[in-house]
């Protein structure tokens, strides 16, 4: 299958992240998606083709647009304030001081438009932002133009995106803006199976009230893992959406047999909404050597994940989300790309 890639994810090089207590180098990194490149160039993967600019449409499809403005000038903002480094939320509208208002000092409003800490602001981010999301756009319209499949290699990834919220790596969201691409372009149903380890809380807040989007997720227990506070298995959407949101939480150290008992489940559902497209948010943090995750994947799984999307035969678009055992996210990655080419 073809692979949609351009270097402006270089852009997105932040020097920080909050982790356990300290500062330290982003898991989310450039070298991750050069890996990745590298080894569909030594693999012969496909052809790869650089993205088309879709301009910012297809993204207020999704996101509020003082968000999108936000990210845009919040890294000046943040300098112009006179501040060092990068820019980072410090304070929010949590449950007992929730506002509608929006502060106007970047301070307040970076806490009002973040989700999580851990992700920084810097320099460059909404360039790559914006890059990545038509990586996902392109590789959506090869699909919803006749190829079978196609990867956009996306960064930074975008899952955790909200509506109006960024954090978890994530800015703006890839996979729920292919999906309304692909809804605005002939697609009457699309589903939207996340395979992060990570639930995909931004997608599932952006679709959770909407049938015409079905919205799977198989990750980490939010009882133990990030992002905490959503991906509960009784989250099964609301209003004319009930019924067509998916969660399967599953606890540390789950084995590949068991995850895959998971996507079985997920698949028969996806087969029962008869979609006309398929967006997989393909993360490979639930591999073993993960060092921020707790599943047990071994790298010929990703193969047979692969192999078992493809039994589908649904038009298949996979958008990159996370993945952090750097030297392996290559291996892993085209993994299930040639299970579902075979
Ligand atoms: C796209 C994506 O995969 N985003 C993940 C963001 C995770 N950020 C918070 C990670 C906190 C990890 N805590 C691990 C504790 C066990 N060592
Ligand atoms: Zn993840």
Redo the contacts with the bound molecule.
């Keep these: 299958m073809k692979t949609v890639y351009t270097d402006k994810h270089k852009l997105r090089d932040a020097k920080i992240e909050i982790?356990?207590g300290g500062l330290v180098a982003p898991f989310?990194c450039p070298r991750r998606a050069e890996i990745i490149l590298e080894r569909i160039m030594e693999t012969g993967l496909g052809e790869v083709v650089a993205p088309d600019d879709f301009g910012l449409d297809p993204v207020l499809a999704v996101h509020d647009a003082g968000f999108v403005e936000f990210l845009r000038t919040c890294a000046d903002e943040w300098a112009a304030a006179g501040f060092g480094g990068e820019a980072i939320a410090n304070c929010w509208p949590t449950r007992t001081m929730n506002s509608p208002h929006i502060p106007r000092f970047i301070e307040g409003k970076i806490g009002y438009y973040a989700l999580?800490c851990?992700t920084t602001i810097s320099v460059g981010t909404y360039e790559a932002a914006v890059a990545s999301k038509d990586v996902a756009l392109t590789a959506t319209a090869l699909v919803m133009n006749g190829e079978r499949a196609a990867f956009g290699l996306c960064r930074p990834?975008g899952?955790?995106a909200a509506s109006d919220q960024f954090g978890?790596?994530?800015f703006l969201n890839n996979a729920a803006i292919a999906a309304q691409y692909a809804r605005d372009t002939g697609a009457q149903r699309v589903a939207l199976i996340d395979l992060?380890?990570?639930h995909g809380n931004g997608t599932q807040q952006i679709f959770y009230d909407r049938d015409d989007v079905l919205f799977l997720s198989i990750h980490g227990d939010p009882m133990d893992a990030?992002p905490h506070f959503l991906g509960h298995a009784d989250e099964t959407g609301t209003g004319a959406g009930q019924g067509f949101n998916v969660n399967y939480p599953l606890p540390p150290d789950t084995p590949y047999a068991v995850w895959k008992e998971c996507l079985d489940q997920a698949l028969a559902r996806i087969a029962d909404y008869a979609p006309d497209l398929l967006i997989v948010s393909l993360?490979l943090?639930t591999y073993e050597h993960d060092p921020?995750s707790?599943f047990k994947l071994q790298s010929e799984d990703y193969t047979d994940c692969g192999r078992t999307l493809a039994g589908l035969g649904l038009p298949t678009v996979f958008v990159l989300?996370?993945g952090y055992a750097v030297e392996e996210v290559g291996v892993n990655t085209v993994n299930v790309l040639q299970g579902f080419d075979e």
Excluded: L, M, R, V
Aim: glycine share 14%; net charge negative; hydrophobic share 25%.
């Design positions: 982790h356990e989310e999580a851990e990834p899952h955790h978890g790596y994530c992060d380890f990570h990030f993360g943090d921020i707790f989300e996370g």
